[in-house]
């Protein structure tokens, strides 16, 4: 069996709760991002753009449209005889089937894929975060410092610390101390979820904790078991752009992002290209008295209207006296004349009526979910309808084709919400 120095586990699996109605129907890592990609090209790509030619991705919630996104793996120069990209979801084996129970478990149960390709290093992924990073330099680091695991790590604010995994290491790199989250943290060097393990280091520690932690889990589990063995685990430290796009709030601020005078995260560069599947489209049509101020517009929109600070996904129409400010439009939308949109994130292959106004009001929290919905973004599911002349205030939630009559006097106050069946599949927030 030819023996291939790295190969890629991608954790894709992850129903992403926090973004509420925009993972109600797609796996997180299957959501868009940045008007015509998806949040799972920047690791596909960043493995391609590192060299590394075989990726495992594990899926388990809602996996059609990812596993039709990814395909055969062409975008990225995945699609070959030898290596290339494999969909990896939950099966059944003769003890019977039964779903992942935790990241470590994901891994386990695809031990044989792994056993398949006999390579030296097997790199670990989440498919939910924006970032460009060379997979190549870490492993270089990872085989200089002779580790058993190494560890992805970045600094960030102390505040926001005690959101993430945090480390703690010596003065050459070497990880002493775990802390999950912790509310008084010592340090705010937090563990990026990107992990390199020696293979046989990998599969001994994942058959062991399997005999004792059936949700066997990286950060949980299979770590501090290493670390408390003495294993040799470093953090390599990575200093470019990152962010986690768990929350409503930190999806429309990573977006925003990419349409600043001088954007730290830049998908258009030469070198380090994001790759997605997407199909031609025509170029993006501009009417005669349109205006489009500080936005990322993507190929077969056509805008009548204005746009400002805002990004839009493919074939999204903005009519005639329509105005859409600091928001997500996402493909295959329809924005009707005199309608304004101020901070919304409005989901693909919904339809928007004219004269309305979403985004009006105060800005109260969500009363049925406050901790999804509470910074004053208005949130509109795929599929939906918004009928003509309603006014949609600050932190709602639709996820339904609605009718004049399901707004009481034309209108939908601040922190309410509209949740029903809106196609085929009669899905639910």
């Not at 670990?124 to 002779?146: S, T």
């Not at 953090?235 to 990419?258: C, H, P, Q």
């Not at 290209?273 to 489009?292: F, H, R, V, W």
């Amino acid at each position: 069996m030819r023996k291939k120095e790295m190969i890629a586990m991608l954790l894709a699996g992850g129903q992403g709760s926090r973004l509420g109605i925009l993972t109600s129907s797609n796996a997180k890592p299957a959501v868009p991002f940045g008007g015509k990609y998806r949040i799972i090209d920047f690791p596909m790509s960043n493995c391609v753009n590192s060299g590394v030619d075989t990726v495992g991705v594990v899926t388990q919630y809602q996996p059609l449209t990812l596993t039709q996104h990814i395909g055969i793996g062409t975008p990225w120069d995945l699609d070959r005889q030898v290596g290339g990209v494999t969909i990896l979801s939950p099966h059944e084996k003769r003890a019977g089937g039964e779903w992942f129970a935790g990241t470590g478990d994901a891994i386990y149960q695809n031990l044989e894929f792994i056993e398949q390709n006999n390579p030296e290093y097997v790199l670990i992924l989440g498919g939910d975060h924006i970032y460009k990073m060379d997979y190549a330099k870490m492993l270089a680091y990872h085989k200089k410092n002779d580790c058993d695991v190494s560890i992805a790590a970045l600094t960030v604010p102390w505040e926001d610390a005690s959101r993430f995994g945090v480390m703690n290491i010596h003065e050459d790199k070497r990880i002493y101390e775990f802390e999950e989250k912790p509310a008084q943290p010592k340090s705010n060097f937090i563990n990026m979820g990107i992990y390199i393990f020696k293979w046989d280091v990998l599969r001994d520690a994942l058959e062991r904790d399997h005999k004792i932690h059936p949700d066997s889990d990286f950060g949980k589990h299979i770590l501090p078991m290493l670390l408390q063995e003495g294993k040799r685990m470093f953090a390599y430290e990575f200093e470019g752009y990152w962010r986690d796009v768990g929350t409503i709030d930190s999806y429309w601020m990573a977006n925003m992002d990419l349409i600043q005078t001088l954007p730290e995260f830049n998908l258009y560069e030469d070198f380090d290209k994001i790759y997605t599947d997407s199909a031609n489209q025509p170029p993006m049509y501009t009417g005669l008295n349109a205006e489009i101020e500080g936005s990322l517009v993507s190929e077969g929109s056509e805008i009548i209207g204005k746009v400002y600070n805002s990004v839009l996904g493919t074939n999204v129409i903005v009519e005639e006296g329509a105005i859409v400010r600091d928001s997500i439009i996402m493909e295959e939308c329809y924005i009707g004349k005199g309608t304004v949109i101020e901070r919304c994130i409005i989901d693909k292959h919904t339809t928007i009526g004219e004269n309305a106004k979403i985004g009006d009001g105060e800005n109260i929290k969500n009363i049925h979910k406050p901790d999804l919905y509470d910074t004053g973004i208005t949130v509109i599911g795929e599929f939906s309808i918004i009928p003509d002349n309603v006014t949609i205030g600050k932190n709602c939630v639709i996820f339904a084709r609605t009718e004049p009559r399901d707004y009481e006097n034309g209108r939908l106050e601040s922190g309410q919400s509209i949740v029903k069946q809106v196609n085929e599949k009669g899905l639910r927030a």
